[in-house]
């Protein structure tokens, strides 16, 4: 890969130029919309070219890799599909992948080579500022191609985001969603009704807090605006997720609410809950 | 205070024995149930005295810590109650305060003076051999006296829980108990809830969790026992908490049920739940 052109400088695709210029041995470019963001990519050093006009950033490009909004992702593939190269491999860094592998498959099938991504890394934080080169390292991408995919351009993509640091597990999109639904979205819904909850009945709670609370509930400062995108995005499998926690927490209802708050329902609740979780891999 | 009787070598009191003698200044004896754990004790060198004979440890201590589950903490004080000096202090670090205030203070009220405590402190480990001199660092620690409380007792223990690091707060035990139900109790049952959930619907996504997923459900991890005691102490409170995020739930799920997925609400909900978040004080 010669030459990488990262479509938005926020703070994935911020983290991602910082790496790749660190690594060396291929050119940075960045694509920002905002004159403005030009400026902070030159201050921060973290581009070999930057510049708002996508045709001088992406239009010879080896590979080209989307970190905007989803819903911004189509309208730029679109304006992509006028001048990039029949052969340039295109992927991208979407929270949710049936949707964005559709639109985005079908825009860019008789040009260019797509291949959704989605690699677990960011936090709460956002914005070049917040750009980190090792924010990569150690996290899991997901790479989800289907059957119309060119299996090189699979391979080049898993290879690209290794070289950045990750873990690259491939999976169909659908189950993608449906994972993160799980593991991401639901979490984040979560954590934001947890801080409804407790200021609606008690917020003299929150002088009091410890570092569990602050723990459960980090992902809710995460950017709603980009929230609101992908749960609206992911809505029918958020909605399937939402479900199953309401069936369980239904049933720990049911657990103290008995006479005897059931201990031994209570403690293979909790037991099994622990043993699953001290199974779990967790990265870093 | 010279004398200080730890009585429970678990990770609380263990912390707190390895605090005062690196503090120095004070005798600290500890107690312990089994001989093992004695033996573990003189290991650690956190303690200038160590017995599993409970008046040995605590029959002229100026104060008594309680570390030890909250339903084993009446049968010690009971005990106690036969040789303890009229003027010694008690305290105690259980989660759930207006149980053990009332039954302690009962049982109390005719011999040392008892002022109930809950240090914040604490993390998914447990025992001795997790104990960390400096985990009240920062933490907070609620002081819940009654009107029955001696006023220089409540203001002993304050000043015992400031001098290993506590920012001490003084609060009603009822009150503390449906704060703790918000911040801590509920957090724990949505963790293992949230765990339960992707387990029932899909458990490959635990083989991509980030460190969200991962931060979301770290108190799960805690030991089952001590946390079927503390929601059955607080089950009225829990239960509250519960219907709470419950209601929260179900408007979200109407939120994202709705056919346009009603964008405006949804971001409304995320927002405020970040701005709440946002102006939290954590510890540490």
Redesign the interface.
């Known amino acids: 890969m010669k030459r990488i052109a990262i479509v938005g400088p926020g703070l994935l695709g911020g983290s991602l130029a910082l790496k790749l210029h660190a690594l060396g041995g291929s050119e940075v470019r960045l694509w920002a919309r905002r004159p403005e963001a030009i400026q902070e990519i030159e201050a921060r050093k973290c581009a070999d070219f930057a510049s708002t006009d996508l045709r001088e950033v992406a239009g010879d490009a080896d590979l080209i890799v989307l970190c905007v909004p989803v819903n911004a992702m189509g309208g730029l593939a679109r304006e992509m599909h006028g001048f990039i190269r029949p052969d340039t491999i295109i992927t991208d860094v979407g929270s949710v992948k049936a949707s964005v592998v559709n639109e985005l498959g079908r825009i860019l099938a008789t040009r260019g080579r797509f291949v959704g991504s989605h690699p ?2 960011g ?1 709460e934080r956002t914005g070049l500022r917040a750009a980190d080169a090792n924010l990569f390292q150690g ?2 991408c ?1 790479v989800t191609p289907d059957d119309n995919t060119d299996p090189i351009a699979t391979a080049e993509v898993a290879a690209f985001w290794r070289r950045v640091g990750c873990r690259v ?1 491939q ?1 169909a999109a659908r ?1 993608h969603d ?3 639904a ?3 979205h ?17 917020a ?22 980009m ?2 995108d992908i ?2 995005e992911n ?1 029918p499998a ?13 049933e ?2 049911g657990i ?2 008995s006479p005897t ?1 059931n ?1 031994e329902s ?2 293979n ?6 043993q ?9």
């Open positions: 677990m890394a936090n996290t899991t997901m597990v999976i189950e449906e994972c993160v799980l593991i991401s639901l979490p984040h819904l979560i954590a934001g009704a947890l801080i409804h909850a407790v200021a609606g009945k008690n003299h709670a929150f002088q009091v807090v410890g570092p569990g609370f602050r723990d459960t509930t980090r992902v809710a400062s995460g950017p709603p605006g929230w609101v749960l609206r809505a958020v909605l399937a997720s939402l479900d199953a926690i309401m069936t369980k927490l239904a720990l209802r103290l609410a708050a201990a209570l403690r609740f909790l037991a099994v809950a622990k699953t979780r001290d199974q779990i891999q967790f990265p870093k």
